[in-house]
């Protein structure tokens, strides 16, 4: 009896070792889950069947939209403050249909806020797609589209390592910035530039206006170094960078803010 006990144990300890891994994998996978525990997700795979019906909708900027969303994606941005009522001209607070909002990826928290936020103004069957626009690209690109064009050529997708290698360091930047073929430009708004750092020849070119000159071919012959405030604008640039043919080109890792002039 205590020899069967103990096998019984045994077993049960060994499933528990085997599951606690397995659900600490699921969190890391998607990490905010458990900040917002209250707020319902849909999986790639449930929003794929259920696509015709489901409306979805991208709560990101217009420049991270414009580069690539869900082909049926209404656009709905979450930092307006029309927000919500924006939303309801979509679909009813009391709607049956389903609605799924999405952001950039698994540790994106955008999509889960603008649930929250519209479960706390009154609407009823809301979900966060949380898996984001890569993962759904990447296995439905005939439903998305890339930089005005659907089906996605998942060729051009750029991986993180694809972006990772185009970073630099500061210090890299103030060494380019005596070299004359060299431009530096800080992509900042104008109302982000309450300091400027201290590079030679520094040119402060506004993104939208900055998207325009890619498209006429400016500076084109030269090698780019391009400034954000923090390194999350340029993952958005470098597809404008690719599809307007610029090889020669990198960018300040981590932004200006996490320069030794700002700290």
């Known amino acids: 009896m205590k020899k069967t006990y103990c096998v019984v144990l045994s077993?049960?300890?060994?499933?528990?070792?085997?599951l606690v891994p397995l659900k600490v994998q699921a969190e890391e996978g998607f990490p905010v889950r458990e900040k917002y525990s209250d707020v319902p997700f849909i999986t790639t795979e449930q929003l794929f069947a259920e696509y015709d019906s489901i409306i979805i909708v991208d709560v990101r900027s217009k420049f991270e939209?414009?580069?690539?969303?869900?082909?049926?994606?209404?656009h709905i941005i979450l930092s307006k403050k029309t927000f919500v009522e924006e939303l309801s001209a979509?679909?009813?607070?009391?709607?049956?249909?389903?609605?799924?909002?999405?952001?950039?990826?698994?540790t994106c928290e955008k999509s889960y806020e603008a649930t929250q936020q519209a479960m706390e103004a009154g609407f009823k069957n809301v979900y966060t797609y949380d898996a984001g626009i890569f993962d759904w690209a990447n296995a439905y690109p005939e439903l998305s589209t890339l930089m005005g064009q659907?089906?996605?050529d998942?060729?051009?997708?750029?991986s993180k390592e694809g972006l990772n290698k185009r970073f630099v360091?500061?210090?890299?930047?103030?060494?380019?910035?005596?070299d004359s073929n060299n431009v530096i430009i800080d992509i900042r708004d104008p109302f982000q530039r309450e300091k400027i750092p201290n590079i030679p020849g520094l040119r402060n070119i506004p993104l939208d206006r900055m998207l325009v000159l890619l498209q006429e071919g400016e500076f084109k012959s030269n090698h780019?170094?391009?400034?954000?405030?923090?390194?999350?604008?340029?993952?958005?640039?470098?597809?404008?960078?690719?599809?307007?043919?610029?090889?020669?080109?990198n960018f300040l890792e981590k932004g200006?803010?996490?320069?030794?002039?700002?700290?």
Request: glycine letters at 4%; charged letters at 20%; aromatic letters at 12%.
């Open 154 to 158: 998942k060729e051009k997708l750029i």
């Open 169 to 178: 360091s500061y210090e890299e930047i103030l060494e380019k910035a005596s």
């Open 65 to 74: 939209y414009d580069v690539i969303h869900i082909a049926k994606a209404a």
């Open 150 to 152: 659907t089906p996605v």
């Open 90 to 106: 979509v679909r009813a607070k009391d709607g049956t249909v389903k609605m799924a909002f999405y952001c950039n990826g698994h």
């Open 224 to 249: 780019l170094y391009f400034i954000d405030a923090v390194g999350k604008q340029v993952r958005w640039l470098q597809y404008h960078l690719e599809s307007n043919g610029y090889i020669n080109y």
């Open 256 to 263: 200006v803010l996490s320069t030794q002039d700002f700290k």
């Open 11 to 18: 077993v049960i300890v060994m499933c528990l070792c085997v």
